[in-house]
Nanobody, 123 residues
Framework: VQLQASGGGLVQAGGSLRLSCAAS????????VAWFRQAPGKDREFVAAISWSTGSIGYADSAKGRFTISRDNAKSTVYLQMNSLKPEDTAVYYC?????????????????WGQGTLVTVSS
């Protein structure tokens, strides 16, 4: 599975962005698709994930109430809608896929990674 992440950019605190993760060469059927992020000098951290087949969703505490993960079956695309952005959300955001049906939050469980898209939130 090849993943293409897009949608990052510069936004002011309180603003919104929508990230997209498109699959090529394969559909997401049978995969869990997740978003991770990595800020400079910090470890990669889980943000949100969705099980393509079951629809189960998981969020990091930092994302709950502000971010929404969703999917478009027809476009084989997963979205991350990010609202009420904060400067601490600044990071490179990566989409990743793992075969299976259960949402997992450890980055080592994910075999396929997109190239990352930079989100910068100014104060």
């Amino acid at each position: 599975v090849q993943l293409q992440a897009s949608g990052g950019g510069l936004v002011q605190a309180g603003g919104s962005l929508r990230l997209s993760c498109a699959a090529s060469g394969h559909t997401f059927s049978g995969y869990v698709v997740a978003w991770f992020r990595q800020a400079p000098g910090k470890d990669r951290e889980f943000v949100a994930a969705i099980s393509w087949s079951t629809g189960s969703i998981g969020y990091a505490d930092s994302a709950k109430g502000r971010f929404t993960i969703s999917r478009d079956n027809a476009k084989s695309t997963v979205y991350l809608q990010m609202n009420s952005l904060k400067p601490e959300d600044t990071a490179v955001y990566y989409c990743a896929a793992a075969s299976g049906f259960v949402v997992v939050i450890t980055h080592r469980e994910y075999n396929y990674w997109g190239q990352g898209t930079l989100v910068t939130v100014s104060s």
